[in-house]
């Protein structure tokens, strides 16, 4: 049995099942005062490789910790004898919680995002147990945290390579299993960025890792990106950094992940381009030419680099960056309603509604194009006139509701539009890769099911109705 075929029974119950049904370990205590090797003893006794620690701070505040066996490993290395060290000395305090109720997805998003193997399950003041991560294992074959694991322990760019795949695998099975597609991005997103930290730092100084900003940018940026496509991604270098190995290394990471799958950026939005790969002045000059330079490309650049996340290095140099933006756009009016007007460039064809209607019809729709893009780039053009920072769409929509430069209903709207849409293209390439094809945005009425053309037309209608908005807010039609 393959590994794609191996985990859809498991994978199946992440639908439903809670924390609750999963095997919490009744929780067991020892005191923070009790010496290693009588810890161990009753480890020992109990059959258990961990304990919860109960102690309290210097300022007599109840606390509560976790002493695993990894930390007796820490613990022998310490030159007090185990039989006189306080098991204190070595527990850790800083535990992740999760409710029973909560579902076992978001147990797994907290052991990935957090970085650690155990879970203490608390319900109100009631600590219930330790939820571990080989007691998921049942749950979920192929999940987040194996492929962590892979990406935080490979040693080579082939084990990276071996953990790019299985990425591709798991969106395939969660998206199949009904798991909503804003849960999926989030945990390919942080698995995505993991991975390009862990090759940086396999393919670069660590002097240079140390001294520059590794960026990921366009829907990786945004947190969006499911399936690989184009490379989106440059470096920011600190201004007295030693670039000795650069080129070298800057080869190596776009090499890597073609080899991964990631297809090489059309428009060379890679490490590998100078323009993308610039000391920290520089880029600062860069970004003034294209805010006020005529070069029609400046606009998609700095929209390019509008959603850029650091994922690896000095995140400092990324915030210098926007800062000095910020400066630049204060008084730009003209150069964001420009900014503005791609969003309402694509026009849906003719008689449109008619064709989808139609079952038969061969006339390709784009969703990104038609759907996707417009939100996207209408909510960055608001984001950037309001001097966000957020890079997710859907963090720049709460945010300009949340601030009065949006309607709240029509934000609201907008982001299950988005979300709608980004199924039904995740869907679509899905079936595109699984007959062998390449992946696109194009999509035929013939190809869509009785539940699908109806919510399309109603997230293309969202859509209509905020390029309206966009064009009355950004007066784009006196451009």
């Known amino acids: 049995m393959n590994d794609v075929e191996a985990p859809q029974p498991e994978i199946l119950t992440l639908v439903t099942a809670r924390v609750r049904d999963t095997f919490v370990r009744k929780p067991l205590y020892v005191d923070g005062a009790a010496d290693i090797v009588s810890v161990c003893r009753e480890l020992s006794a109990r059959g258990a490789t961990h304990a919860l620690v109960r102690d309290r701070t210097p300022q007599g505040e ?8 990894t930390d007796l490993r820490d613990a022998l ?12 000395e070595v527990a850790r305090f800083a535990l992740v919680e999760v409710h029973p109720d909560a579902e076992v997805f978001e147990a797994l998003w907290l052991m990935v995002q957090h970085r650690v193997h155990r879970l203490l399950v608390r319900e109100g003041g009631e600590v219930r147990g330790v939820l571990g991560q080989l007691d998921l294992v049942s749950f979920v074959a192929n999940h987040s945290h194996v492929v962590a694991q892979q990406i935080d322990h490979g040693e080579t760019v082939d084990e990276l390579r071996a953990a790019a795949a299985r990425i591709d695998q798991m969106v395939a099975l969660l998206h199949g299993s ?3 597609i804003e849960r999926i991005t989030r945990l390919v997103t942080e698995l995505n960025r993991r991975l390009f930290a862990r090759l940086w730092s396999l393919v670069a100084p660590p002097a ?10 366009g829907s990786e940026g945004r947190g969006e990106q499911i399936l690989k496509t184009d490379q989106d991604n440059g470096l920011l270098i600190a201004d007295d950094a030693d670039t000795t190995g650069l080129a070298e290394a800057t080869a190596a990471f776009n090499r890597a992940l073609s080899a991964f799958g990631y297809p090489p950026c059309p428009g060379g939005i890679m490490l590998t381009n100078p323009l993308w790969c610039q000391r920290l002045e520089d880029f600062r000059r860069t970004l003034s030419h294209w805010v006020y330079g005529a070069a029609p490309e400046g606009v998609m650049h700095l929209a390019i680099f509008y959603d850029a996340a650091a994922v690896a290095g000095d995140a400092t140099l990324l915030q210098a960056a926007r800062t000095y933006l910020d400066g630049e756009l204060s008084d730009s009016g003209p150069f964001l309603a420009r900014f503005a007007l791609p969003a309402d460039q694509f026009q849906e064809p003719g008689n449109w509604w008619t064709r989808l209607t139609a079952r038969r019809d061969e006339t390709p729709l784009d969703l990104k194009k038609l759907g996707t893009f417009p939100i996207v780039h209408g909510v960055r053009a608001l984001a950037l006139q309001a001097g966000l920072h957020e890079s997710s769409t859907a963090a720049r929509l709460q945010a300009l509701a949340a601030a009065g430069r949006l309607d709240a209903a029509l934000a609201r709207d907008l982001l299950d539009a988005l979300h709608f849409l980004m199924g039904l293209r995740l869907s679509h390439q899905l079936r595109q890769r699984g007959a062998g094809q390449p992946a696109g945005n194009s999509l035929r009425a013939a190809e869509l099911g009785t539940l699908e053309r109806e919510p399309l037309h109603d997230a293309l209608a969202i859509v209509r ?8 807010h950004f007066r784009l039609d006196a451009l």
């Open 208 to 217: 240079l890792v140390r001294a520059s900003c590794l960026l990921v940018m």
């Open 77 to 88: 290395l310490r030159p007090e004898p185990p039989n006189v060290l306080p098991v204190r």
């Open 62 to 69: 109840e606390r509560l910790g976790i002493f695993t066996t």
């Open 465 to 472: 109705r905020f390029r309206q908005f966009l064009r009355e």
């Open 178 to 180: 009904g798991i909503r």
